[in-house]
């Protein structure tokens, strides 16, 4: 009897009780990734496991694949007992908040206090906590601090300043340098984010289900882009076609710092700097604004979320497991940054203290957390919703279409793919 109670409740006066189950349970987690997430993640299952009591039989695959299984489980049940998600899949699993465990209802074994509002926010599906958001992304801008230094300039705070470096730069240096680049996805959220700004509202509308903005708001930030091309402050997609769409990392003009800035994932800092010459710094810096916007407009969301399947026996002792793997000391150390990041304040405090976070991606994701935007919505990132965006805007780039009519087109096949996801 005692070693029964023993095995129930273990509390103590600095610990709250924890409610243990009298026999640990058999688990299954999935997960995609590489060779790297694999190793730490059974390591950190294995920990965790052992901490808790129960067993976690592990499934893993690279990313190629993971969707179709993981859709052929969900529809018959079968999915493993805690989950890894793409964020842009909420809508195709949790379409009404209902596909996964609710985390608010295992708060007593999640602490979902390590995680912002913000965050929260972003996995929350008509009031129901789907997942945890195992790390945060957003875009932020770096700018060639080198570049700017040699014209006497500062990074811009607002778009005219924007406007007003470009024009000196192409001044001092000559017509091969360009203030910023804007291609395809870049170009594509640039205009978003110019959207946002004055609006202050994301693309989708959650409420409705449908785009947010009218065809004179997407067709101002259609003209706003085309302004930054007129200007010479980023290359047209005309040219960039001419050149090969090489890659902004692979080009030499941004290698030698004819390129003065982009707007990246805060997380890819060194995939642009190390490219860099010999003595050139990048540097990140908080979101250019208009003078009169509603909100920086930041994009941020989760990279991946940790759910609990709303099929699972033994949802509590999941529950148990996901909170070692996100915000306990075997979990934290075990895992590390092979996710990204971590979202959870406890485990970014720990890597931090274990000299694990570069200083140079802890500025990158400052910026981005402490920047203002709306939630943003996971169908911005459905494949044929970006593709309509990023295919018109190439259309409009070439003079095929104006402005007005880009709008149009954009919101109406927006509007046709958003209502293939109506509540039946």
Request: proline share 4%.
């Amino acid at each position: 009897m005692k070693s029964t109670l023993k095995a129930a409740i273990i509390c103590s006066s600095l610990v709250p009780c924890i409610l243990m189950p009298a026999h640990g349970a058999d688990l299954r987690m999935s997960w995609w990734g590489g060779e790297s997430r694999h190793i730490a993640t059974q390591e950190a299952l294995t920990a965790c496991g052992a901490k808790h009591g129960h067993t976690i039989a592990p499934e893993f695959t690279g990313f190629s694949g993971y969707l179709e299984k993981l859709t052929t489980q969900m529809a018959g049940g079968t999915e493993a007992d805690i989950l890894q998600v793409n964020w842009p899949w909420l809508p195709l699993f949790s379409r009404t908040g209902t596909g996964f465990a609710d985390l608010r209802d295992l708060s007593d074994q999640i602490d979902l206090t390590q995680y912002s509002d913000k965050d929260l926010a972003s996995v929350t599906v008509q009031g129901h906590v789907q997942g945890i958001p195992v790390s945060t992304s957003g875009r932020v801008f770096f700018f060639n601090k080198t570049t700017l230094d040699a014209a006497g300039l500062t990074a811009p705070t607002t778009w005219e300043e924007f406007f007003t470096a470009a024009q000196e730069l192409r001044a001092q240096k000559g017509d091969d340098y360009q203030l910023f680049n804007a291609v395809s996805e870049s170009a594509q959220l640039l205009v978003q984010l110019a959207v946002t700004q004055k609006t202050g509202k994301d693309m989708v509308d959650p409420e409705t289900n449908r785009v947010a903005w009218t065809v004179d708001e997407l067709a101002a930030g259609l003209l706003f882009y085309q302004r930054m091309v007129d200007s010479g402050a980023i290359q047209s997609r005309k040219d960039e076609a001419a050149e090969g769409n090489v890659k902004l990392y692979e080009k030499t003009s941004w290698s030698q710092g004819q390129i003065g800035g982009s707007y990246e994932w805060n997380t890819t800092y060194f995939k642009f700097s190390d490219p860099l010459a010999e003595g050139q710094v990048l540097d990140s810096y908080p979101m250019v604004r208009f003078a009169d916007a509603k909100t920086d407009g930041v994009y941020r969301k989760p990279s991946m979320l940790l759910s609990i399947s709303k099929n699972s026996d033994n949802q509590d002792a999941a529950a148990q497991i996901l909170n070692c793997l996100m915000n306990e000391p075997e979990g934290i150390t075990a895992l590390g940054v092979t996710r990204g990041l971590p979202a959870s304040a406890v485990a970014m405090s720990a890597l931090e203290g274990a000299g694990l976070i570069e200083p140079q991606l802890r500025k990158a994701h400052d910026i981005m957390m402490n920047s203002t935007g709306p939630a943003v919505s996971p169908f911005n990132e459905h494949p044929e919703l970006r593709g309509v965006f990023i295919d018109t805007m190439e259309e409009y780039s070439y003079a095929m279409i104006d402005a007005q009519e880009a709008a149009e087109i954009i919101i109406d096949s927006a509007n046709d793919v958003l209502s293939q996801f109506d509540p039946s």
